[in-house]
């Protein structure tokens, strides 16, 4: 993480990452109930409310992230010039929603859907909601999410 760079932003998120971030995770989590398979989500939006959604699949769940983080970075930077004619400006929050495991306090594995998430001049942050059934339909559970911590700002 670049310290002098998180310390330039604001705490907190506003309503419209959080409804972007919690609908992201709300479709994975339907995703998973049904049983189908998903690589690394992404979700971003510009400050007119335009949402374009990405998926990365081609390679593992490590290079799947990094093409999703370098797809927010270009984004950002491309200033929303290649998204003219009523298509996405440059994005002003993002989500990025994918499957992990997270370690109980036996070290024992339980799966977790990851969320990471940002929005330009705030801090970023992941959180992760535990999950079983997958596939069950309505017999698949999940707990509310919990927080993960900071992560590296990608806007």
Request: net charge negative.
């Amino acid at each position: 993480m670049r310290g002098a760079n998180l310390g330039q932003r604001s705490d907190g998120m506003s309503e419209e990452l959080d409804a972007l971030g919690s609908t992201l995770m709300g479709e994975a989590l339907d995703a998973l109930a049904a049983g189908e398979s998903f690589g690394v989500l992404l979700a971003v939006q510009d400050a007119a409310g335009v949402v374009s959604s990405f998926e990365f699949t081609d390679d593992g769940v490590e290079a799947c992230l990094k093409g999703a983080y370098d797809k927010v970075r270009m984004l950002g930077k491309d200033g929303g010039t290649a998204h003219k004619n009523g298509g996405l400006a440059a994005p002003v929050r993002y989500a990025i929603v994918y499957e992990g495991a997270i370690a109980d306090d036996n070290d024992n594995y339980q799966d977790a859907l990851m969320l990471e998430f940002g929005e330009r001049g705030y801090r970023s942050y992941s959180a992760y909601s535990l999950f079983s059934g997958r596939g069950r339909g309505n017999g698949f559970v999940w707990a509310d999410p919990a927080p993960a911590g900071e992560v590296e700002p990608l806007l």
